[in-house]
């Protein structure tokens, strides 16, 4: 009907000992907007300071997934037509949001069923028990619209074993419940189909109890197999290097990857390789999203992350024309740019004692 309500776009209640977050926007794929990261904030804040409150779990509407990520059309719109202030403001938001989820004191239980992307991995994965099961498809793909892994994307792939961390962020790539073990990005793989007798154990019971009955031994992943071409080549120190490495290795899959990141953005893939880099110096998380914010407010000035989305998102026409076109043309000075400070605008966070 055209008067009717939009519904709410998280639900909150409690069930037991449990209080639940529902990311409820079905149809876009439970995308986050400003205003669904202030709500799941807010309601942090405040089960924080019940007692009858043990643990939280977040879960996601609809059958397709717990979240897409950003609303980046709203991101595209204000990159494009705005001054930027309005995605500056839901970043700072969110990324206060993912290092509160990260420090949360109480258990917060991420069941990461279906789709996980970006900000989806920023909801999830800082938490303190996260769930995969067999449809898990978990990724961080923003370089394929012009940007760079955030919402603490970066300090979580770059813990990664070995080089697996730099091959997710460069290509984007998803990976289901055995790869997203593998790279730290969850704890434990329960079936799609006992997710509801998880949910009613975790309203009674312990964490570490409500799981005992339902953890199951996923299905076998793709990347520890592959590990001995993703170390060699990703450990080359530039973007152009660890191209000709793949080119050269001699394994399909390694050439497959290098004609994957040769259509990604140049700009976003040498910003990515950077920033990874100097969050495994970086350490702490709140450090890293200081980085990353710097990065994000960065990218609104340039051309790449308007034309990605418009690509990829808007018109479809999975065609982008990036510019610079070739990894050639971006210098180290044009990636040095997205490091720099923003003094006043800084997002400020300061690590917390673990």
């Known amino acids: 009907m055209s008067g009717a309500e939009e519904p709410e776009p998280v639900l909150l209640h409690t069930s037991g000992s449990a209080a639940r977050i529902t990311l409820n926007r079905p149809r876009a794929l439970n995308a986050l907007t400003h205003t669904m990261v202030r709500r799941i904030d807010e309601a942090l804040v405040q089960w924080e300071r019940i007692p009858a409150v043990h643990t939280v779990v977040i879960t996601g509407a609809g059958e397709r997934g717990l979240c897409a990520g950003g609303d980046i059309r709203a991101i595209h719109d204000d990159a494009r037509d705005g001054d930027g202030t309005a995605s500056a403001a839901f970043w700072r938001d969110e990324y206060r949001l993912n290092a509160r989820i990260a420090r949360y004191p109480k258990p917060y239980v991420a069941l990461m069923d279906g789709i ?6 920023g909801v999830s994965a800082h938490g303190s028990v996260r769930v995969v099961t067999e449809r898990t498809r978990v990724a961080m793909p923003e370089t394929g619209i012009g940007f760079v892994p955030d919402v603490g994307g970066t300090h979580l792939l770059a813990s990664a074993p070995g080089e697996l961390g730099t091959h997710l962020a460069l290509t984007g790539a998803q990976i289901g419940a055995a790869d997203a073990l593998l790279c730290g990005l969850a704890d434990h793989f329960v079936p799609s189909a006992s997710l509801g007798d998880l949910l009613d154990a975790l309203a009674e019971l312990p964490v570490r109890e409500a799981l005992a009955g339902h953890v199951r031994t996923p299905p076998q992943g793709v990347l520890a197999a592959q590990r001995d071409w993703i170390d060699a080549c990703y450990a080359a120190d530039t973007v152009e290097d660890i191209v000709r490495r793949l080119l ?36 702490r998380l709140e450090l890293v999203l200081n980085q990353e914010y710097r990065v994000s407010c960065a990218a609104l000035d340039l051309p790449d992350l308007v034309e990605g989305i418009r690509a990829q998102v808007v018109d479809k026409d999975r065609r982008p024309r990036w510019s610079p076109q070739t990894l050639a043309e971006v210098t180290d000075t044009d990636v040095e740019r997205f490091f720099t400070p923003l003094h006043e605008r800084e997002l400020g966070l300061r690590p917390r004692m673990s």
């Open 248 to 283: 050269a290795h001699g394994a399909p899959a390694a050439k497959e990857t290098a004609e994957t990141l040769l259509t990604r953005s140049p700009t976003a893939l040498k910003v990515t390789l950077a920033s990874l880099r100097r969050a495994r110096k970086l350490g």
């Open 116 to 121: 996980v992307m970006g900000g989806g991995v």
